[in-house]
C-alpha cells in the first residue's frame, strides 16, 4: 500500500519566509502581505486531495495572487471550498464570496502565499496552464485517490439516463487520460472516447465506466450533489447491487 506523500520544512524554503509560531508554522511568500499556518510536516492527505479535487471549477490566477472558485450545480461545495482551505491553512485564509451574473456563487481568497503554496508545493495547475490532477494523486493510497474523484466526478461527471454508464466528460484529452489512470489504480475499468460536439466549438474527450462490477467498485466514490448521487443510488438498485 502506498504511504502519505509529505511534505517538510526543507521543501518549503526555497519558496516561504517561514516561523514557528506555537505548534503551527507560518509561511508568506515574498513580498506577500498575508500569510498561512500549516502543520510541519504537511500530509498530503485526503483533505488536501479533496481541495485538489474541487478545483477543475476554480483556478489559480495565471499572476499566483489569488485563489478561485466557481459552483453552479452545487451551492454546498462553496461551503467545502473555504472549510477546506480554513482547516489546512487556518483562519488567516479570508475567502470572499459573491453572486455570479446567473445562479452562481464565485469564492476567492487573494493571497499570494496560499497561491503559491497550491502551486509550488500542491502541484495545482494555473489559469493558463492545462489542468490535470496533482502528479502526487498517483503514489498515494487509496482513500487519497479517492478523495481526489470524489470532487472531479461531482464536478464533470454524470449518470446516464439508462443508469447504464457513469461519465466522465472534459474538454483535454490529457485530463481524461488521467482520470482514467486514477480508477484504474483503483481498479476500476473505464473506457477514453472522443465525442465531437455540433452544436458546440469545443469537443469532449468522455471516460465512461460500465458493467456491474465497476459500479460495484465505484461506490466508494460515488457522487455527492443530490442529483446525481439519487441517479447512481437508482443504478445500482438496477445492477443488483446491495
Same mark, same amino acid.
Given at each position: 500500500?502506498?504511504? %502519505?506523500? #509529505?511534505?517538510?520544512?526543507?521543501?518549503?524554503?526555497?519558496?516561504?519566509?517561514?516561523?514557528?509560531?506555537?505548534?503551527?508554522?507560518?509561511?508568506?511568500?515574498?513580498?506577500?502581505?498575508?500569510?498561512?499556518?500549516?502543520?510541519?510536516?504537511?500530509?498530503?492527505? $485526503?483533505?488536501?486531495? #479533496?481541495?485538489?479535487?474541487?478545483?477543475?471549477?476554480?483556478?489559480?490566477?495565471?499572476?499566483?495572487?489569488?485563489?478561485?472558485? %466557481?459552483?453552479?450545480?452545487?451551492?454546498?461545495?462553496?461551503?467545502?471550498?473555504?472549510? #477546506?482551505?480554513?482547516?489546512?491553512?487556518?483562519?488567516?485564509?479570508?475567502?470572499?464570496?459573491?453572486?455570479?451574473?446567473?445562479?452562481?456563487?464565485?469564492?476567492?481568497?487573494?493571497?499570494?502565499?496560499?497561491?503559491?503554496?497550491? +502551486?509550488?508545493?500542491?502541484?495545482?495547475?494555473?489559469?493558463?496552464?492545462?489542468?490535470?490532477?496533482?502528479?502526487?494523486?498517483?503514489?498515494?493510497?487509496?482513500?487519497?485517490?479517492?478523495?481526489?474523484?470524489?470532487?472531479?466526478?461531482?464536478?464533470?461527471? #454524470?449518470?446516464?439516463?439508462?443508469?447504464?454508464?457513469?461519465?466522465?466528460?472534459?474538454?483535454?484529452?490529457?485530463?481524461? $487520460?488521467?482520470?482514467?489512470?486514477?480508477?484504474?489504480?483503483?481498479?476500476?475499468?473505464?473506457?477514453?472516447? +472522443?465525442?465531437?460536439?455540433?452544436? $458546440?466549438?469545443?469537443? $469532449?474527450?468522455?471516460?465512461?465506466?460500465?458493467?456491474?462490477?465497476?459500479?460495484?467498485?465505484?461506490?466508494?466514490?460515488?457522487?455527492?450533489?443530490?442529483?446525481?448521487?439519487?441517479?447512481?443510488?437508482?443504478?445500482?438498485?438496477? %445492477?443488483?447491487?446491495?
Amino acid at each position: 500500500m502506498n504511504k %502519505h506523500i #509529505t511534505i517538510f520544512k526543507k521543501d518549503l524554503e526555497k519558496y516561504f519566509l517561514i516561523e514557528k509560531k506555537g505548534e503551527l508554522y507560518e509561511l508568506r511568500a515574498p513580498f506577500a502581505l498575508k500569510s498561512i499556518n500549516i502543520t510541519l510536516p504537511f500530509i498530503l492527505n $485526503q483533505e488536501v486531495a #479533496t481541495l485538489a479535487g474541487l478545483m477543475p471549477d476554480g483556478s489559480l490566477i495565471k499572476d499566483l495572487r489569488r485563489v478561485y472558485f %466557481h459552483q453552479k450545480k452545487d451551492l454546498r461545495k462553496i461551503d467545502l471550498f473555504e472549510n #477546506t482551505l480554513v482547516k489546512l491553512f487556518s483562519k488567516e485564509v479570508n475567502v470572499l464570496r459573491k453572486k455570479d451574473k446567473g445562479s452562481g456563487v464565485e469564492a476567492y481568497s487573494n493571497s499570494k502565499t496560499l497561491a503559491w503554496f497550491m +502551486y509550488y508545493i500542491l502541484g495545482i495547475p494555473k489559469s493558463d496552464e492545462e489542468m490535470r490532477p496533482p502528479s502526487w494523486l498517483f503514489n498515494s493510497p487509496d482513500n487519497v485517490k479517492i478523495s481526489y474523484l470524489k470532487q472531479a466526478f461531482d464536478m464533470e461527471g #454524470t449518470v446516464s439516463k439508462n443508469l447504464s454508464e457513469i461519465r466522465f466528460g472534459v474538454k483535454g484529452p490529457n485530463f481524461a $487520460q488521467d482520470i482514467q489512470n486514477l480508477l484504474s489504480r483503483l481498479n476500476i475499468d473505464s473506457h477514453l472516447t +472522443y465525442a465531437p460536439r455540433v452544436y $458546440q466549438t469545443s469537443p $469532449q474527450y468522455r471516460v465512461s465506466i460500465y458493467k456491474k462490477e465497476n459500479f460495484a467498485k465505484f461506490r466508494d466514490i460515488g457522487f455527492e450533489i443530490p442529483f446525481l448521487k439519487e441517479r447512481f443510488e437508482r443504478a445500482l438498485i438496477k %445492477h443488483g447491487i446491495l
